[in-house]
């Protein structure tokens, strides 16, 4: 709720801004029209430090990306730009500052290879975008420092709203070691999956508003074979998913609410429609069949794999 406040309150403001004539529009020297509300510091942004900024965007009257409530953005000053971007005004910006920015995705149509646009981009569409200069860094490690820090405030609120949404459901569920949150349906038999150890599971996920966003049981996604990874072998999958596995035995089955730092965070896949950033995911899993580890690739052809002579008796 205080996320939706926040957002609302940065728009409006911006829209009252304009409409009171504080600023004027400007043009980059790309072409992008744009407005700069000027706070009251006056440390200006150099290259090689790191802006801290709340950043949102909407595309038309829809807000498709927004910092607010969630982690802000650290961007680095290199002094370098591409024309028709926000980028251009960095080198602008102040502590405190707000900047409104205005983009025609006819422009991009125009600049940019056919067939290099995003689906969720139209001809036609307006991109507004508002930024609020929260800091400036003059080095990586005070950067990092701060980064951390608010990482860390994220995660742990984010854990508790996903707590908070497993209690609401009234099911008994285990919290793993980083946050993410198991319900057993079936724990299967045998022993605990381990790391080390190759699974194979069928999966289905959907969002915490039952958006289903993939699955290898339905047809719909195109992929229905059931999917293996060693477990444990870390960037192999989501750490929410790769920790839940801890809980299930061989024929096992589970839901698994992931709070979003442990799923992809601000960077939804590559073409995901579904998936927004920092949005909490859930996971039905079937534990089909767990191996010690990965069986040996097969050998290339042409190259036979190595067998070992036969050692001399004594």
Not at 13 to 34: I, N, Q
Not at 235 to 242: A, H, L
Not at 253 to 265: D, E, I
């Amino acid at each position: 709720m205080n996320k939706i406040k926040n957002l609302s309150f940065l728009l409006i403001a911006a829209s009252v801004l304009v409409s009171c004539g504080k600023a004027v529009y400007k043009k980059t020297p790309g072409g992008m029209p744009y407005q700069l509300f000027a706070g009251k510091d006056t440390q200006a942004a150099r290259v090689g430090n790191f802006l801290k900024v709340n950043l949102t965007q909407k595309i038309n009257d829809s807000v498709y990306y927004s910092t607010i409530g969630n982690i802000p953005l650290y961007i680095p000053i290199t002094g370098q730009s591409n024309p028709y971007d926000i980028s251009e005004l960095w080198m602008k910006l102040h502590t405190g500052d707000s900047l409104v920015a205005t983009q025609m995705m006819d422009t991009f149509i125009r600049r940019l290879p056919a067939g290099s646009l995003p689906p969720h981009f139209k001809k036609g569409d307006r991109i507004m975008t508002y930024v609020k200069v929260l800091g400036i860094f003059t080095n990586d490690s005070t950067k990092f420092l701060d980064e951390q820090k608010a990482r860390t405030a994220f995660a742990e609120a984010e854990v508790a709203t996903v707590r908070q949404y497993v209690e609401s459901l009234k099911i008994d569920a285990q919290k793993t070691t980083s946050g993410a949150f198991v319900q057993v349906i079936n724990p299967g038999t045998g022993n605990l999956i381990d790391s080390g150890n190759y699974v194979t599971v069928n999966y289905t996920g959907t969002t915490f508003k039952g958006v289903k966003f993939d699955s290898n049981e339905d047809s719909s996604f195109r992929h229905v074979q059931p999917m293996s990874f060693t477990v444990g072998n870390q960037g192999e999958m989501i750490k929410g998913f790769d920790e839940a596995m801890r809980y299930l035995r061989p024929g096992g089955s589970a839901k698994v609410f992931v709070p979003s730092l442990l799923a992809y965070g601000g960077n939804p896949p590559p073409g995901s429609t579904v998936i927004k950033p920092y949005e909490n995911l859930i996971f039905d899993l079937k534990v089909l069949d767990v191996k010690e580890k990965a069986p040996a690739p097969p050998a290339a052809p042409g190259h036979p794999q190595k067998i070992d002579a036969p050692q001399p008796k004594n």
